[in-house]
């Protein structure tokens, strides 16, 4: 089982990108970009009533909250709300926790941010899919949000390993999609979507209950239905009725189809069998709808289940509706394999993949394997970092040989 000594994970011309960097200058205010700085392994404090930390892992499976206090470098901020969060990832041990700074004061904000995501990184032994995954996506320019690494303590005790995850609200589209003229671009309509069954962008028909179901609308949420609704019924049903001939010119005004490729190719690279093109069905994204406009666009999100092996195949999923209307016109085609070429470029400019893998499992590794309440073996932790530090390596040779000779002849 592959070691992950210091001797052996990191050469020692590349020992240098992961050391530990101090903390702001003092005198210098702490900022966002301290909190989800990559290069240091940063603690989290949380103090509550030891009977509601119990009361929250008994209950993980609902939202409830419960007040808390919480402190990063030397700054407490108190009386803030946690829950339980996830979906097949919620732990009775190792609870995935959101922290909302503006719930019981709601103007309360901790370094500007209304609410952290805590990922217990329970569906990933590796630890570091979220965190790679995204770096890379942000590479490619596809929306994503900031992350880090973070040492938890809930009353004192370690509780482990965690990606800190910057929350998709308001102040994350802001910093995304910026400003038209004087308008700040965070006032759309955004919508997590919620996996219910292997659905893959067939017509739900005109009834909106069902989009109502795998939509969560998290902004306008007083809105009526109609209003929330109306035009992703519509994008879905023109995207199954609109012909080929006409798609780009039908759909292209409400949905960002380059985008759209580069986001499912970037997937497709890093070999993610839980996103948008699932194995079971579309997942894990947020879907935005620009202000003041019709078009909407992708936000990735919750990448656990990335790097499923190198030799995922490249070849387009044609069973998602989008995707088979888009394959079978020649420029969408052409751009498919385009974006996964830029993505291997990407890849391999100064190593940066295998570089990046590295740095991330360097950084988590003691933590990691000191992790209590983890739910599998530091040798299942092993073997998951030894795998990831072979994958940008083969996983380059693999898409090389896929995109001039196909999946097949390569073993995909």
């Known amino acids: 089982?592959?070691?992950?000594?210091?001797t052996r994970l990191l050469p020692a011309a590349l020992a240098c990108l992961v050391a530990l960097s101090p903390a702001?200058?003092?005198?210098?205010?702490?900022?966002t970009t301290d909190l989800f700085s990559k290069s240091t392994l940063q603690r989290l404090d949380l103090e509550l009533h030891s009977s509601d930390w119990a009361k929250l892992k008994e209950n993980f499976r609902t939202n409830t909250y419960y007040p808390a206090d919480m402190t990063w470098n030397g700054q407490t901020v108190r009386n803030v709300g946690i829950r339980s969060r996830g979906r097949g990832s919620r732990s009775a041990t190792k609870p995935g926790l959101k922290i909302d700074f503006d719930l019981y004061s709601t103007t309360q904000r901790f370094l500007g941010l209304k609410s952290l995501v805590l990922d217990n990184l329970t569906q990933d032994p590796s630890g570091i899919h979220e965190t790679v995954s995204m770096a890379f996506y942000e590479r490619l320019?596809?929306?994503?949000?900031?992350?880090?690494?973070?040492?938890?303590?809930?009353?004192?005790?370690?509780?482990g390993l965690y990606a800190l995850v910057e929350a998709i609200d308001k102040d994350f589209l802001a910093?995304?999609?910026?400003?038209?003229?004087?308008?700040?671009?965070?006032?759309?309509?955004?919508?997590?979507?919620?996996?219910?069954?292997?659905?893959r962008f067939s017509d739900l028909g005109t009834d909106l209950a069902p989009y109502k179901l795998r939509f969560e609308a998290t902004t306008h949420e007083s809105s009526t239905d109609e209003q929330k609704y109306r035009k992703v019924q519509e994008l879905v049903t023109l995207a199954n009725e609109t012909?080929?001939?006409?798609?780009?010119?039908?759909?292209?005004?409400?949905f960002d189809l380059p985008g759209f490729i580069r986001f499912v190719a970037a997937q497709a690279f890093l070999g993610d069998t839980d996103g948008f093109l699932g194995s079971w069905g579309m997942n894990n994204f947020y879907l935005y709808r620009l202000e003041n406009r019709d078009q909407h666009a992708l936000i990735a999100w919750d990448t656990d289940n990335t790097f499923w092996g190198p030799a995922f195949r490249i070849a387009p999923d044609n069973t998602n509706v989008l995707m088979q209307k888009l394959m079978r016109i020649p420029e969408y085609d052409a751009l498919w394999y385009s974006e996964l070429a830029r993505a291997l470029k990407m890849a391999e400019a100064e190593n940066w993949l295998d570089t990046e893998i590295i740095k991330n499992l360097q950084l988590i590794d003691a933590a990691m394997k000191e992790d209590p309440y983890k739910p599998?073996?530091?040798?299942?932790y092993e073997g998951e970092a030894g795998e990831m530090l072979t994958f940008?390596?083969?996983?380059?040779?693999?898409?090389k040989c896929a995109l001039e000779r196909g999946d097949a002849a390569c073993g995909g």
């Not at 929306?143 to 690494?149: D, M, S």
Request: proline share 6%.
């Open 392 to 399: 940008a390596r083969d996983r380059i040779a693999y898409v």
């Open 24 to 31: 702001a200058p003092a005198g210098q205010a702490l900022t």
């Open 141 to 159: 320019g596809i929306p994503v949000p900031r992350e880090a690494h973070v040492k938890l303590y809930v009353r004192g005790e370690y509780v």
């Open 243 to 254: 012909s080929t001939d006409q798609f780009v010119g039908v759909i292209g005004p409400r």
């Open 1 to 6: 089982m592959p070691s992950l000594s210091a």
């Open 376 to 380: 599998y073996s530091n040798g299942t």
């Open 175 to 199: 910093r995304i999609y910026g400003e038209i003229g004087t308008d700040t671009q965070n006032d759309g309509w955004l919508y997590e979507f919620s996996w219910q069954e292997d659905w």
